[in-house]
């Protein structure tokens, strides 16, 4: 493990959380996936294609909502139940979801935000898994432009935010040119039913 924390965010980034075979095996298993969707969000006022596909994995019936769109559940199957069991395992923290997002090449992105929706609770601690080709995660201080950070998000990796991570700083998936092949990110999260 190696902490990458900054100011008020604790980042803790396993690289090899995953091994190769594991890692190329669940990447084929979902990028076949029927589950994808892409759906319309809304950003400041304006309506686009969401720039990736994904789909929500939870427990419970409660979906999940950002950028005024709220993804329906399906329920775990065995392998992403035992993946989450296992980062369950290493983070100390229960999840009952998980958002999968495909980024198909360089051109697919998430743009500067912050995984503060009211459901997940004050301070969420957000499990970040990356399958596939290497993409930059930058972050970003809310008011402090001196506090900032990029991770290089390898294959099989997992990074854990937690602390005021959400609270205090923004992070994106910038777009980048020069990637041509995809990558998959799985965020475990806990999806409060009411608060």
């Not at 298993?29 to 589950?35: D, G, I, M």
């Not at 035992?82 to 998430?110: I, M, T």
Request: with cysteine; proline share 4%.
């Amino acid at each position: 493990m190696t902490d990458l924390s900054i100011g008020t965010a604790s980042l803790s980034y396993y690289s090899n959380f995953l091994n190769k075979e594991e890692s190329d095996f669940l990447f084929t298993s979902l990028q076949t996936s029927a589950h994808w969707r892409q759906d319309k969000v809304k950003v400041f006022g304006k309506i686009y294609d969401q720039p990736r596909l994904c789909f929500l994995v939870s427990e419970g019936s409660k979906g999940y909502s950002y950028s005024g769109l709220t993804l329906p559940p399906i329920p775990f199957d065995s392998q992403l139940f035992e993946l989450k069991r296992k980062v369950e395992q290493v983070s100390g923290q229960a999840f009952n979801s998980c958002l999968v997002n495909l980024y198909r090449d360089g051109n697919d992105s998430n743009g500067w935000h912050s995984d503060d929706e009211k459901e997940l609770g004050p301070n969420p601690i957000i499990a970040s898994i990356s399958l596939g080709i290497q993409r930059n995660f930058d972050l970003k201080h809310k008011n402090n432009p001196e506090q900032k950070r990029r991770i290089a998000l390898e294959h099989g990796s997992l990074l854990i935010m937690s602390g005021r991570t959400q609270s205090d700083f923004k992070h994106q998936l910038p777009k980048s040119k020069r990637i041509t092949a995809a990558r998959i990110n799985l965020t475990f999260r806990y999806i409060f039913d009411s608060l």
